[in-house]
C-alpha cells in the first residue's frame, strides 16, 4: 500500500517492536490498523544488519532477547512468528564477569553447572538465601510485567507484595528503594559474583547506586536461569517476523513519515497529521515516545491538559549515555578463561567501586577513565553471522556521558561532546580495556563500527540525548512514576484515546513487548465493555 489510509481503528504513531506487537495482536481481533515511523525501517532499536565487510551482521541495537522469549507474547505469538522464519538459540552461559586480574564467574544455563559454580566460589550459602526470600516475590513481580500499573488488579498486585514480605528478610518495599552495590556487598563475599550482578541494573535504565536497581538486580539474576536467547540471523529478524505477521494480518506499516500532531477533538483523540500534511483518523493513537515529546510536541496545542503535567513531562529525566563498538574480527576472541568463549553478555570491568565510580564520571560529563564493557559475541552461539571462522563482537558502555564535557583520564577528549576525535579515542579505551580480558582482541579487529550517544539521539528521539532505555529507571522514574507521576505506570495518557507505549512506559527497556501487549489488552477489552478502561 503506497497511499496512507484516511480512517482506521488504531494508528500508531511509531513501528518499534512494541507497536507491531500490538498491532498484531489487535488485527488478530478485527481491528483496523495502521502503523507510520519516521525511521526508514520499522523495528526501532531491533535491527540487525553488514554494517561495512559482506557477511558480518551486526545488531545496531539491541541484541539479546530474554524477556521476550520468558514472557507471554513469545508464548502467544511464537507459532505466528516462527512462520515467518524466526528462531532463537540459546547458548550454555547466559552470562558471566572477568576482572583484570583473571578472576573470573559464570552464570551457566544449566542448574548443576551453575551450583557447581557458586560452590567454587563460595556463594552458594549467598545465593540460596537470596533468592529462597525473594523467591515467593518472584511470580507476582514477573506478574506485573504484563500490564500497566494503574489497574486495580496491579495496584491489589503492588499492595500484596509489600504487605505479605513485611515481616521477611528482604522485604518488597526494600528491594524498592535500595540498591544494586548495597545488595551485592551485603549478599555476597567474592568480587567476582559482585561484578557479574551490578551492573545488570544499567541495562535496564538504573545506576548501581540507585534507588530501585537492588530490585533490577534481583530481576535480572533471576532471568539468567533461562539463559540469553538470541535471534537466529541477529536481533533484526524479530522485526522481520513482526513486520511480516502485521502485513499478513492486513496492517500498514509506513516508514520515513513523522507525525507532526495528535488530533484531538471533543476531548479525545481524532487522528493525526503528518509533517507533510497528511491526516489519517483513528478512534485511538498509540504512540512510542517519551512523555516530553508526547505532551510537548504531539499534543503541544491539546486545551485541558493539565500545566502540572506538561512540567512533569518537561522534567523528563536522561542520565547516562550508551556507547556502542560493533566488531568484525578475523577469528573468534579467546578470553584468558576459556569458560567466557561460550557466549552470552559478560561483564568486564574492575570490580563494583570502579563500577560506581564510572557511573559517577559519567553522569559528571566525564569520559570514564576506566569505562565498564558489556561484551556479547553473537557468533559463540550462531556461527551464520560471520563467514566461516570470523566473529562478531558487540561491546556496550551504558556508563558513557550522553553530552561529555571532559574526560577523567585527563586528556583533551570530550571538551566538544562526542565529535569524531573523542569517539574514535574512547573507542581506543574501551578496546584496551577489553584486551585485558580478552588477550590478542586488537590484533583480530578488521572492522570497527562505532554508536555515540550522540548518534542515538540523532537516530531517534526517543533516546533523548543518548539514552539507550529512553530515560532514567531508578525509583524516582519507575514503577507507578513511569513515565510521569500522572500515569501512575499504566499507559493510558491524559487525553482519552491516546496511549503511551515503548521503553519509556512500564515496565521500561528491553526487548519485550509487553507494553505493546498490555496495550492491545487493555483496548480489546475496552471495545468489548467499555467500562473495563
Not at 500498514?252 to 513523522?258: A, E, I, K, L, R
Not at 556496550?396 to 569524531?420: C, F, R
Amino acid at each position: 500500500m503506497t497511499e496512507l489510509p484516511q480512517h482506521v481503528d488504531v494508528l500508531f504513531v511509531g513501528a518499534g517492536h512494541n507497536a507491531l506487537v500490538s498491532a498484531a495482536y489487535l488485527l488478530d481481533a478485527g481491528r483496523s490498523v495502521c502503523l507510520l515511523e519516521q525511521m526508514p525501517k520499522p523495528g526501532g532499536w531491533v535491527q540487525t544488519a553488514e554494517l561495512g565487510a559482506p557477511g558480518f551482521l551486526h545488531d545496531r541495537w539491541s541484541s539479546l532477547h530474554p524477556a521476550f522469549v520468558g514472557g507471554p507474547v513469545w508464548a502467544e505469538l511464537g507459532a505466528d512468528l516462527g512462520r515467518h522464519g524466526l528462531e532463537y538459540v540459546t547458548g550454555p552461559l547466559a552470562g558471566g564477569s572477568s576482572l583484570p586480574d583473571g578472576r573470573t564467574a559464570t552464570a551457566p544455563v544449566d542448574p548443576q553447572a551453575f551450583a557447581e559454580e557458586l560452590d567454587r566460589l563460595g556463594e552458594t550459602e549467598g545465593w540460596n538465601a537470596l533468592f529462597s526470600e525473594v523467591g515467593p516475590q518472584l511470580p507476582a513481580l514477573f506478574g506485573l510485567l504484563g500490564a500497566g500499573l494503574d489497574t486495580p488488579e496491579a495496584e491489589a498486585t503492588l499492595a500484596g507484595l509489600v504487605k505479605d514480605s513485611r515481616n521477611g528478610a528482604v522485604p518488597f518495599d526494600g528491594l524498592l528503594t535500595g540498591s544494586a552495590v548495597d545488595l551485592v556487598r551485603e549478599r555476597f563475599r567474592t568480587e567476582e559474583l559482585r561484578a557479574l550482578a551490578a551492573p545488570w541494573p544499567l541495562h535496564l535504565g538504573a545506576g548501581p547506586e540507585d534507588a530501585g536497581s537492588a530490585l533490577w538486580a534481583v530481576f535480572a539474576m533471576a532471568a539468567l536461569a533461562a539463559g540469553n536467547p538470541a535471534p537466529v540471523g541477529g536481533s533484526g529478524r524479530l522485526s522481520d517476523a513482526l513486520v511480516a505477521l502485521v502485513t499478513e494480518r492486513g496492517g500498514d506499516v509506513f516508514c520515513s513519515t513523522d507525525v507532526d500532531r495528535i488530533l484531538v477533538r471533543e476531548g479525545r483523540a481524532a487522528g493525526v497529521r503528518t509533517r507533510a500534511g497528511r491526516v489519517v483518523h483513528a478512534r485511538e493513537v498509540v504512540v512510542s515516545a517519551t512523555p516530553d515529546q508526547l505532551y510537548g510536541r504531539l499534543l503541544r496545542d491539546t486545551p485541558g491538559i493539565p500545566a502540572g503535567v506538561r512540567k512533569q513531562a518537561a522534567g523528563y529525566r536522561f542520565r547516562r549515555g550508551c556507547f556502542q563498538m560493533n566488531l568484525a574480527l578475523s577469528a573468534r576472541p579467546r578470553f584468558a578463561d576459556s569458560r567466557l568463549d561460550a557466549g552470552g553478555v559478560i561483564s568486564l570491568g574492575h570490580g563494583v567501586e570502579e563500577l560506581v565510580t564510572s557511573v559517577r564520571q559519567a553522569e559528571a560529563g566525564l569520559l570514564p577513565q576506566h569505562p565498564s564493557i558489556s561484551w556479547n559475541e553473537p557468533t559463540a552461539v550462531d556461527p551464520t553471522r560471520a563467514p566461516e571462522g570470523r566473529a562478531t563482537v558487540r561491546l556496550q558502555v551504558l556508563d558513557a556521558p550522553h553530552s561529555p564535557s571532559g574526560d577523567a583520564a585527563g586528556t583533551h577528549h570530550g571538551a566538544k561532546g562526542w565529535d569524531a576525535s573523542t569517539a574514535e579515542a574512547f573507542a581506543d579505551r574501551v578496546l584496551a580495556e577489553a584486551e585485558t580480558h580478552v588477550p590478542g582482541l586488537t590484533g583480530l579487529v578488521m572492522e570497527r563500527h562505532l554508536t555515540t550517544p550522540a548518534d542515538l539521539a540523532a537516530q531517534s528521539p526517543n533516546a533523548g540525548p543518548g539514552d539507550h532505555a529512553a530515560g532514567e529507571n531508578s525509583l524516582a522514574q519507575a514503577f507507578t512514576r513511569r513515565p510521569v507521576p500522572a500515569h501512575n505506570g499504566g499507559h493510558r495518557t491524559l487525553v482519552p484515546g491516546v496511549w503511551l507505549i515503548g521503553a519509556a512506559t512500564w515496565p521500561g527497556p528491553g526487548v519485550n513487548g509487553a507494553s505493546g501487549r498490555a496495550v492491545a489488552r487493555a483496548l480489546t477489552a475496552k471495545d468489548t465493555d467499555p467500562s473495563a478502561c
